[in-house]
């Protein structure tokens, strides 16, 4: 292993002084490399999980493990022997993911249609089965069983038609039941021979394949990013791969980075602090609040609303984050009615809040001092700095009165797809009331939380 080792440091040494790059193999070098705008301006995202789990689709993408795991779950084992003969293997779901209705070109046109500015694909998850025709899972991906398809090839080809979308991809570093993988873990990951032959070299292979601007790594099995080694990786990917230029990376590299190291922090599934974050983190999230593969069990109430939906974007993107949110596809591979249906309406709702989102900052405040269903975010242009105020309930007496941002002498205040401006005034050294007329039902801009602008605010 010094060997492969010393061979990649001179690699890396060899193209820095080529392309004039100096990103070292070390965590300090890489939490130095900015990240790349066009992330943080986009804010929300599209999360996709699909694999041989969506087969049995019960309970979770954690159906494998939790069918032969330890301890296993007694209603995955329960569901198994009511349905399947004694002999049957996980493998054999493998041959039903069919993937028949599966349309890339659909599910680009549903992503654009939300709103997000991005997309992120789970190319393997970790029961180890890859979604493209990988040189390193043999009979194991989605060409050899299943679909016979090379899933995301062609979901990078229809996102990239687009180009108000980039693609993404999602990989696990380790898998469940690999046996390399087991051996490393048995040696107290001692010795790397799952991650040399096996996860490293797939992540090289689909960043030089399809070329993913964002790089969601996940799984570190406990592991240090030693054993998996995540800073020659990602020293590579900024440096020499084909996307250094352009390319977001997460914080999920071995066990204690998270949340420490990385592009942007993940910290935690569903993270979404609620305060301002000093470093840029994306809250990842599902809309089926117990499953990120699809479940055939889910009750309507397992899904979000649309206005928790819109609540999770707005106060993750006035802390300073972006949100991914996930569907997962049937087997067939379709995207069940409601998930489109939340997706397209927050579409709908960006096309007429999107100002107040996309490319901005937290303000100074993130929730009103005085109003908790108010949120904000800004923008500065230096002449002018304009505050947006959400607000999640819509002010029934006809005022709306806010803590924390004081108007200044030109500050104008307007309803995003609303027209005309709102009579205020200041409510002390701080604060401000403004008279909201009656709005009838068909002129209100949205069904779901409604924007204020305010322009050139003083503080």
Known sequence: MAAAHS?????????ALCHG?????????????????WYDEGKLGIFIHWGVFSVPSFTSEWFWYRWKGVPPNAKVVEFMKKNYPPDFTYADFAADFT??????????????ASGAKYVVFVSKHHEGFTNWPSKYSFNWNSMDVGPHRDIVGELADAVRKNNKLRFGLYHSLFEWFNPLYLQDHANNFTTQDYVVRKTMAELYEIVNKYKPEVIWSDGDGHAPDTYWNATHFLAWLYNDSPVRDTVV?????????????????????????GTKQNHKFENAMTLDKRSWGFRREAALG???????????????????????????????????????????DMGQWLQVNGEGIYASQPWSYQNDTLNSDVWYTMKDSGASKDVYAFVLKW???????????????TTVVTLL????????????????TIKVPTIGFDSMPCQWAWTFKLTSIAN
């Open 417 to 432: 797809g609303y027209t005309g401006s709102f009579d205020y005034s200041a409510t002390g050294a701080r604060g401000m």
């Open 99 to 112: 993937a028949e209705f599966y349309d890339p070109d659909e599910w680009a046109e549903i992503f654009e």
């Open 249 to 273: 990376t997460n914080d999920r590299w071995g066990n204690g980075i998270s949340c420490h190291h990385g592009g942007f922090f993940t910290c935690r599934d569903r993270y979404n602090p």
């Open 395 to 409: 002010p029934t007496d006809g005022t709306l009165t806010l803590g924390a941002p004081t108007p200044g002498s």
């Open 21 to 37: 790059v100096t990103y070292k193999p070390t965590w300090e070098s890489i939490d130095s490399r900015p990240l790349p705008s």
């Open 7 to 15: 061979f990649v440091l001179c690699f890396l040494t060899l193209s």
């Open 302 to 344: 397992d899904y979000l609303t649309m206005d928790e939906f819109v609540q999770t974007l707005i106060v993750t993107v006035s802390c300073g984050g972006n949100l991914l949110v996930n569907v997962g596809p049937t087997k067939y591979g379709t995207i069940v009615p409601i998930f489109e249906e939340r997706l397209r």
